[in-house]
């Protein structure tokens, strides 16, 4: 399948309102303030007529959104459009009054009857008491096919009929007649949890409104309205994968199974004949929802903790038994509550199973979480993703070997290097020093890194690539454009993708698009593709002499690609749940048997199944509410950015950075530069997320603070937690960082401006009080936060001491960080002595990590030469954390006299070990 951009077509480049659900609401109580007033004006006065056209407008509107809904859907608008004509303005208002209500509320979606058809169709008392009765686990279902409205109302009529009361789900049924309509309904509608696709859709939306023009670009930039109508019903199932991944297809059809393409009967999940019946269609719908929902894990732990047990083994606390039966502690048993103590147990048995090793509940869940995240191996990990970083590194890089890795990594990174003896090549990320931050790491010097290495005939030991996606503050990189450019140089290359911030991402169509997991499954399949030799054969054959190769080359290239994340960070776990995900064409061949070795070296032989449990839920989740609670939750992230940006009060001493405030212009090739602005309104971000080299999550919202004369420590700790208890993410000198999440709630928004609010009322008494002299020590104040920040360094060197190979990108990290074990090879010097001994002659090498708390991530590792640009660096932090460095003692480094002796090394299991170090 291959997309077909329409030229035709004029792009949108911004729309008043962020997204569809934003727009949806906002008409909605339009409508319903519209038709109050109207139902207070005088029978046929001017202003009557006046509200009665703006009403009418306003339903009219509303028509070509609610198309796409089935609650409150067509059938409602159709019914208020008919009650608006009789003139019956109190009943209008009151209709309307509810359903907005009921809307605005999402308590439509627990009541199965809120149906266009239905006040018709249910006649008897004891049908709706039966369906009124049914109120949990409510979704809807697409069908496509071009049907009429009375065939339409028997289709529902039907699907109804065959509901029973031992249903554990029910659902609507929405109908869209044409390939655009079912596209848009699968982009709007995050309702939908299973699409039937009858006959074959004509390819023509005939109800498209300017209103939703801004929001279905994705739609109309597809142009398959040449493919034969055929053609068109296979290939929605197609597109599903890019929209709508965790949706269940079905085909309905009459073409013959051998005459259906390979391509068609894998994607869908049934394919069902016009001849069978309705009911084996319904309770597969059913059937599939059943298998999402289920938890086998979590079940299992439930069903445990309701049996009767006797407990003699370790785990005093299990069942509660030494906590509720306490004098002293049993405060503890009541806040957490019994079924927590339940669960609580060592078995492995008796319905449960092994992390270690598994064979039941948990290896079904594992399983089941590999299919929502994309991946082809999916490993549960209960001690965060500092723990699976270092078994992904242990599995697949042998001592010796070269890694590239982006120096602002997590420090369990630079931990996992030392582990396994390997050699970092440290890359560099731009740095953003208004805001003293760093942003990611290009493309071409991770190339450039890579063609030194080949110069230097290094590129063999080179294997891995480990980069972070998205950084802390927000940068994404383009996954896939980066994976093809360094496969077309080493073509065997492993990458770690840590996504530890970025678990959510695989639920959002733009997101998804660059992680690891989709990525890999694209390269793969293109890879594949005769297609794609084609183009390589033709590629190789118009290189002139001497002319690098710029494409990978189809029969060496190995997609091997690893993603930890973090899921308690972004989704629904437990604290420190993360997951391993795999997409490694040698996985089974080549790294099986080292990453089990490596999962079972770093797993805790306990884990806590709490956590396990909370991981399996969690999928369960995502894969039915996913794709609503992570549109929302970037919804939360865009109206708290609009609402600083607007609020005179707010931007009087707050800025919240935008696009080109971390990304240059050189990185962002469609030049979009802001989400959001009070002239334009809502950029839209679409074609920027498919075609830049980086852009920004806007879940992560950086809210400069330099105006207020306050650091971010001091910001967050004095004026955020103390006095509002709001928690944050993390500051930097001039900045405190929020978060929004599938947790984030409009009230917790409402409650972070009221308290920003405050804060800046604050600060205007406090200028207000401030004297001549104090005022002048806070505007310096304000200058050195603003305009004179500390120039970021980049990583220096290795000591020529420990350098793999003279004059070669990669150091010996191992070596450097265990020779500081013995403390006569060590000395400390005071910081503000490093420049005049830098002056004079002598070389400062690192013996520890350093890592200043902002930023997070190391300036100087074990064996790294000292800059005199991290030393000005450090002399201007402001910030009271710095791991690896004592102020009383000063800077630890290693005595020249131990770098000279330690010159002559002998090799040792493929690993470079100082001969005094074996002393």
Request: proline share 4%.
């Amino acid at each position: 399948m291959k997309k077909i951009q329409n030229p035709s077509k004029k792009k949108s480049t911004s729309s008043t309102y962020y997204n569809i659900g934003q727009l949806r609401v906002d008409y909605w109580n339009k409508l319903k303030i519209e038709s109050s007033e109207l139902a207070r004006c005088n029978k046929g006065s001017e202003i009557e007529k006046a509200h009665h056209q703006v009403v009418k407008k306003l339903i009219k509107d509303l028509k070509g959104v609610e198309s796409f809904f089935a609650s409150p859907g067509i059938g409602r608008m159709l019914k208020i459009e008919k009650v608006l004509a009789n003139q019956e303005h109190t009943f209008l208002s009151n209709l309307i009054g509810e359903t907005t209500k009921e809307l605005v509320g999402d308590s439509y979606r627990t009541n199965s009857d809120f149906m266009d058809f239905e006040e018709q169709s249910i006649d008897s008392v004891e049908e709706h008491e039966l369906h009124n009765g049914i109120r949990k686990n409510h979704f809807e279902v697409l069908f496509i096919d071009a049907i009429s409205e009375k065939e339409e109302i028997i289709l529902k009529q039907n699907l109804i009929s065959l509901r029973t009361s031992n249903d554990k789900f029910t659902y609507n049924v929405i109908v869209q007649k044409s390939f655009q309509d079912a596209m848009i309904a699968l982009l709007f509608n995050h309702n939908i949890q299973a699409v039937v696709v009858r006959f074959a859709p004509p390819y023509h939306s005939t109800g498209i409104s300017s209103l939703i023009a801004p929001y279905i670009q994705s739609v109309t930039d597809l142009d398959f309205s040449s493919e034969s109508e055929p053609d068109l019903g296979p290939l929605i199932g197609e597109l599903m994968d890019r929209f709508r991944p965790e949706l269940d297809a079905y085909y309905v059809t009459d073409t013959a199974l051998g005459h259906l393409k390979d391509s068609t009967i894998k994607r869908f999940k049934r394919i069902f004949y016009q001849t069978e019946d309705i009911q084996e269609l319904h309770l597969t719908i059913l059937r599939g929802i059943a298998e999402r929902f289920e938890t086998p894990f979590f079940s299992a732990l439930v069903e445990y903790s309701q049996k009767p047990t006797g407990i003699f083994h370790a785990m005093p606390i299990s069942r509660g038994n030494s906590v509720f039966k306490s004098r002293w502690i049993n405060d503890f048993g009541d806040f957490y509550g019994r079924n927590m103590f339940l669960a609580e147990t060592s078995a492995t048995t008796g319905g449960l199973d092994s992390l270690l090793q598994p064979t039941g509940p948990l290896k079904k869940a594992q399983e089941m979480a590999s299919d929502a995240y994309g991946s082809q191996h999916t490993y549960f990990v209960t001690n965060g993703t500092s723990t699976a970083n270092k078994i992904v590194m242990q599995a697949l890089v042998e001592p010796g070997n070269v890694v590239l890795i982006d120096r602002d990594c997590h420090k369990s990174h630079h931990y996992g290097l030392v582990l396994v003896g390997a050699y970092p090549v440290y890359l560099d990320s731009y740095p953003i020093e208004k805001y003293s931050m760093y942003g990611a790491v290009p493309i071409e010097q991770i190339k450039g890194r890579l063609l030194e290495l080949k110069k230097a005939g290094r590129l063999d030991k080179v294997r891995m690539l480990l980069l972070t996606n998205c950084t802390f503050d927000g940068m994404v990189y383009n996954v896939e454009r980066i994976m093809e450019e360094v496969l077309a140089i080493k073509p065997d290359m492993i990458f770690l993708w840590d996504e530890a911030w970025f678990a959510f991402a695989g639920f959002a169509s733009n997101f998804r698009k660059r992680t690891g997991m989709y990525a890999a499954k694209k390269l793969y399949e293109k890879y594949s593709s005769k297609s794609y030799r084609k183009k390589y054969n033709d590629h190789i054959t118009g290189l002139k002499e001497g002319e690098m190769c710029l494409m990978p080359d189809p029969d060496k290239v190995r997609i091997r690609v690893y993603a930890t994340q973090s899921t308690h960070k972004t989704l629904s776990s437990f604290r420190q749940g993360s997951m391993i995900h795999i997409w490694d064409q040698d996985f089974r061949r080549k790294s099986e048997s080292t990453f089990l070795e490596a999962y079972m070296t770093h797993t805790s032989t306990s884990p806590n199944y709490q956590m396990l449990a909370s991981l399996d839920v969690g999928r369960r989740q995502v894969q039915l509410e996913g794709f609503e609670l992570v549109e929302k939750s970037i919804e939360m992230a865009m109206v708290l950015r609009a609402k600083v940006n607007d609020h005179p009060q707010l931007s009087k001493y707050f800025d919240i950075l935008t696009v080109q405030d971390f990304i240059p212009s050189k990185y962002r090739e469609t030049g979009l530069k802001e989400y959001y602005t009070k002239e334009g309104g809502w950029n839209l971000m679409g074609e920027a997320w498919e075609m830049d080299e980086f852009v920004l999550d806007p879940t992560k919202i950086t809210l400069h603070i330099g105006k207020t004369g306050v650091d971010g420590d001091t910001f967050k700790n004095k004026y955020l937690m103390d006095k509002f208890n709001i928690q944050i993410n993390k500051t930097s000198r001039n900045t405190v960082l929020f978060l929004t999440n599938i947790g984030t709630t409009r009230g917790s928004i409402a409650y972070l401006t009221n308290a920003l609010l405050k804060i800046s009322d604050e600060l205007d008494e406090e200028f207000k009080a401030l004297n001549e002299k104090e005022l002048e020590i806070r505007q310096n104040r304000i200058h050195s936060l603003t305009k004179d920040v500390p120039p970021l360094p980049d990583f220096s060197f290795f000591h020529h001491s420990f350098q793999a190979v003279p004059g070669v990108p990669g150091g010996d990290l191992r070596t450097a960080y265990f020779l500081a074990y013995k403390e006569e090879n060590y000395e400390y010097i005071p910081l503000n002595e490093c420049l005049d001994a830098m002056h004079k002659g002598k070389v400062l090498v690192a013996s520890t990590f350093v890592i200043p708390y902002p930023p997070g991530f190391p300036v100087l590792v074990p064996g790294q030469v000292v800059s005199e640009e991290i030393i000005n660096f450090m002399t201007a932090l402001d910030v009271s954390e710095i791991h690896g460095y004592r102020a009383d003692l000063g800077l630890r480094i290693f005595k020249e006299s131990v770098l000279d002796r330690h010159k002559t090394t002998t090799s040792f299991g493929g690993m470079n070990v100082s001969k005094m170090n074996n002393n």
